[in-house]
Each structure stands twice: as C-alpha cells, then as structure tokens.
C-alpha cells in the first residue's frame, strides 16, 4: 500500500505525468510564442517510449490520453490537462497536431534505470522548448509524479479534495459527510466491518 501510486493531476496514461506538470511549468514563457516553436525535447524513460511515444494520426480520446506528445502539447498550449481536453472539439485545434510534430523523445538511461529501482521507481520526465530565433526555456524536470510515494504529504490533501469532489457527484450530502467522517477516522475504519463500509457507498433514491 505503501507504494500506490495515486492519479490526482491530471487523467494522464501515468508514465506521462510529470512530462505534463513539466509543460504546464512552461506554459507561461511559450503560450503566446506557440507559433514560434522549432522543437521541443521530452527526456523520458525507456517505458515512455515503449508505450506512449506516439506519431501520426490519434483517432479518439484513448489514442490520445496514451500519446506523451499529444498530453505535452496540450499542457503547454492550455495550461491544463483535464478529461474534455482528450475529445474531438480540443483535438481539432490544428495548434495540437502541429507542435507534436516538432515534439521528439530522448531516453535518459539514469530516469530508466531509476525507474525500475524499487526503492526509487520514479517516473521523470524533462521538458525543454526551443524557438525559431534560436533562445529555447530552461530544461525543466519533474522526477516523481503527484500522487507518487515520495510526494505524499504534497498529494494527500489534494486526494481527499479529490475524494470529495467525485463522493458529491454520486451522493447526497449527509450521506458524503458519513462516508468521510469513517474514512476520515483511521482506528474507526479499521474496526470497521467490510460489508459496512461497502453499504455507505449504496446509492440512497
């Protein structure tokens, strides 16, 4: 339990994570400059590569939340990377497909060996922008995600917000407040009997 990694940033394929907390670090200096882009370098982790280093045409919104391209572009243009980002109304802004074509990937061996370390397993990316008249952004990396073991008093309260927010989507407001109140409550929930807990979450009509 220790090394669960929870997903609070962003709905993003995970090995693509801190690639999209890099671009949105970024998004500032190249927001109004996008047209200005030459390249832009990912350095990334053999994993990455493998499984979300993607070119050509995406065709629907699970093509593009497993591109790091695709994520990165978006992080940089938008400033933000939420589940609507991934339909065809964002994916049409030519804007997307024309800076993934500049985007390249590059393995750091030290990020894929750090990322099978059991006592490391961090998921790095780095991010770097270049432009047409030649000044580029400092390399920005990010070696562990939010939500990582090594993040978790960062993560933590963000989760629980989290929490909150998609316990409001499915139920009333008492019924959340005693869902909470329980998990809020370590010694409580593990006294707590399994098939409880499972009946706090049926849906009251």
Excluded: W
């Excluded at 593009?64 to 391209?69: A, G, K, S, V, W």
């Excluded at 073991?149 to 989290?162: D, F, H, I, V, Y």
């Amino acid at each position: 339990m220790e090394n669960v990694l929870f997903k609070i940033s962003f709905p993003a394929e995970f090995h693509a994570q801190t690639a999209v907390e890099c671009a949105l670090q970024l998004h500032n200096q190249v927001k109004d400059r996008i047209e200005q882009i030459e390249r832009v370098v990912i350095t990334t982790h053999e994993s990455a590569i493998r499984i979300i280093d993607k070119s050509g045409p995406l065709h629907n919104p699970a093509d593009r939340d497993h591109c790091i391209q695709y994520m990165t572009a978006i992080g940089l243009i938008f400033g933000n990377l939420t589940a609507d980002h991934y339909e065809d109304a964002v994916a049409n802004d030519s804007r997307i497909d024309a800076l993934r074509a500049k985007m390249a990937c590059v393995e750091e061996p030290q990020y894929s060996k750090d990322y099978l370390d059991p006592e490391k397993r961090s998921i790095a990316n780095a991010l770097q922008v270049f432009f047409k008249d030649g000044s580029k952004t400092a390399q920005v990396a990010v070696e562990y995600p939010l939500g990582h073991r090594r993040r978790r008093a960062e993560g933590m309260p963000l989760l629980m917000k989290k929490f909150e927010t998609n316990l409001a989507s499915r139920f009333a407001p008492d019924q959340c407040q005693n869902i909470l109140r329980l998990c809020s409550d370590a010694e409580k929930l593990d006294a707590t009997p399994v098939n409880r807990f499972t009946d706090l979450f049926a849906k009251i009509t």
